[in-house]
């Protein structure tokens, strides 16, 4: 069985651009961009994230103790 015919998504809606050997994937439209959503936040430690950048963005300021700008990201 195909396991692309499994995915959330439709493969072929997918744009992708090539720069080298790395594949770009442009936005928040791409499921293979740390800001694609899905429409399905998810929780990590008691905490809910509307992405992954979001996610990656807030443990970065509170390791380095800025709580400010943690709560910034969260909103």
């Known amino acids: 069985?195909?396991?692309?015919?499994?995915?959330p998504?439709?493969?072929s809606d997918i744009s992708t651009k090539m720069a080298g050997q790395h594949g770009l994937y442009p936005g928040k439209?791409?499921?293979?961009?740390?800001?694609?959503?899905?429409?399905?936040?998810?929780?990590?430690?008691?905490?809910?994230?509307?992405?992954?950048?979001?996610?990656?963005?807030?443990?970065?300021?509170?390791l380095a103790g800025d709580n400010p700008v943690a709560m910034d990201i969260m909103t």
Request: charged content about 15%; proline content about 5%.
């Open 1 to 7: 069985m195909d396991t692309l015919q499994t995915l």
């Open 9 to 11: 998504f439709n493969i």
């Open 29 to 62: 439209l791409s499921p293979f961009s740390n800001c694609y959503t899905m429409g399905r936040p998810f929780t990590l430690d008691g905490i809910t994230y509307s992405c992954v950048e979001e996610c990656y963005q807030y443990a970065k300021a509170t």
